[in-house]
Nanobody, 126 residues
Framework: QVQLVESGGGLAQPGGSLRLSCEASGSIFSNNDMSWARQVPGKGLEWVSGITSDGRLTYYTDSVKGRFTISRDNAKNTLFLQMNSLKPEDTALYYC???????????????????WGRGTQVTVSS
């Protein structure tokens, strides 16, 4: 069985915080790079953050640097995204994207799309 489930989204005020989680099967998670991506209707997909398989290196798109933190718990096959100082521009459907580090290795992006879950909605509004 292969599964990937995102959770933790919701409504937050500007300046607030949320923590997203991605629970994946071992076949998807173990020894694999992982990323978070987001989608806004009419704007397409945007890679947000990535983390190497061992958790030692992390990468972020410029708009979230200093505000978001990606991490992982390999023992629990779980990926996290701590989102602080939220802005209305962060409103999107957030996905867990396995097997990729986004722009660090663009060739992996397309294949990753085959494994995404349903996503978790984040809405930032006053």
């Amino acid at each position: 069985q292969v599964q990937l489930v995102e959770s933790g989204g919701g409504l937050a005020q500007p300046g607030g915080s949320l923590r997203l989680s991605c629970e994946a099967s071992g076949s998807i998670f173990s020894n694999n790079d992982m990323s978070w991506a987001r989608q806004v209707p009419g704007k397409g997909l945007e890679w947000v953050s990535g983390i190497t398989s061992d958790g030692r290196l992390t990468y972020y798109t410029d708009s979230v640097k200093g505000r978001f933190t990606i991490s992982r718990d390999n023992a629990k096959n779980t990926l996290f995204l701590q989102m602080n100082s939220l802005k209305p521009e962060d409103t999107a459907l957030y996905y867990c994207a396995p097997f990729t580090l986004g722009p660090v290795d663009p060739s992996t992006w397309h294949s990753s799309l085959n494994y995404w879950g349903r996503g978790t909605q984040v809405t930032v509004s006053s």
